[in-house]
C-alpha cells in the first residue's frame, strides 16, 4: 500500500505562484510514477503533469511552460511548482501514483488540496 498526502494549495491571485507538495509513504519502492492530476467543478479528471522513476516528465500542454514537477527521492516527495497562474488553474488538484502488477496496474490518490486562481 501506498500513502499520498498533500500540501501547499491556496487562495492566489492570477500572475502569482503556488507550490504543492506530495508526499509518499508505505510501500514506495513499487512506485513506476508519480503526478498531479486536477478536477475543477463540473470537468473530468485530468492529468496536469507527471514523473516517472526514471525522472522522465510529462505535461498537460495547457500548463507547459509555466508548471514544473519535481522529485526528492530522499525525502519522498513530489512537487508542483506553478507560476503564471490563471484562474482556469483553479481545480482540487489530486496527487497520483502508481505501480504496475503483472498484467495490470495499481493506483493510489491523495485526499486533493483547493487551488483557487482569481481573477
Known amino acids: 500500500q501506498v500513502q499520498l498526502v498533500e500540501s501547499g494549495g491556496g487562495l492566489v491571485q492570477a500572475g502569482g505562484s503556488l507550490r504543492l507538495s506530495c508526499a509518499a509513504s508505505?510501500?514506495?519502492?513499487?512506485?513506476?510514477?508519480m503526478g498531479w492530476y486536477r478536477q475543477a467543478p463540473g470537468k473530468q479528471r485530468e492529468l496536469v503533469a507527471s514523473i516517472t522513476s526514471g525522472n522522465i516528465t510529462n505535461y498537460a500542454d495547457s500548463v507547459k511552460g509555466r508548471f514544473t514537477i519535481s522529485r526528492d527521492n530522499a525525502k519522498n516527495t513530489v512537487n508542483l511548482q506553478m507560476n503564471s497562474l490563471k484562474p482556469e488553474d483553479t481545480a482540487v488538484y489530486y496527487c497520483?501514483?502508481?505501480?504496475?502488477?503483472?498484467?495490470?496496474?495499481?493506483?493510489?490518490w491523495g485526499q486533493g488540496t483547493q487551488v483557487t486562481v482569481s481573477s
Open positions: 508505505g510501500s514506495i519502492f513499487s512506485i513506476n510514477a
Open positions: 497520483h501514483a502508481f505501480r504496475r502488477t503483472p498484467g495490470s496496474r495499481v493506483d493510489y
